[in-house]
């Protein structure tokens, strides 16, 4: 089967068709996420518009790429035959993603955490920390993991504020049977769990 590869080609914003019925929005928390996702990654997925140029995926890069001061953006045009294709390509952009893998989301965010970009992650997805923090403690592996590991939980709790290596030092001061206890009741867990 062949597949058609299509040439990048850059377009005067002005000349785009933005269409009033994209259903795909953002809030301006979200778009604050992408313009510093663009900052700092840079332009990384083109726009894509039909032969007359409307936009069928991309409005919202093509916004934040105007705020940033450009006259043209670049695009791939792809030739359809009707308005019809032009959303159906568009929904097949908006909602073709793969299914997280609830474990490999888990590693990956930990790692994350661990090389403290997990602050950074919520900002440029548009997400609060908290939601990301929930992901760990909702994973059935994580919280197995937590059990058997309150001190990853208390630096993952504490890392936000950067007190984590002072309440570290602190623990290992503590009576093991203490400093379990006042975890546990710190992080909210029933001491018979």
Known sequence: MKVTERDL???????????????????????QGLRESMKRFGYLTPIIIDQNGMIADGEHRCLVYKEFGYDEIPAFRVELKDDSERRLLRQTMNK??????????????????ESQKLDDLATLIAQPYDQLEKLFTESGRFESEVRNSIKFDIVFKFARIHEYEFVLSKLKESDPKSMEDALLKVLGYDNRR
């Open 9 to 31: 080609v850059k377009v005067k914003i002005a000349d785009l068709k933005f269409d009033p019925s994209n259903p795909n929005e953002m809030s301006e928390k979200q778009m």
């Open 96 to 113: 073709l993603h793969g299914q997280h893998n609830a474990v490999k989301d888990i590693d990956e965010l930990k790692t994350l955490f």
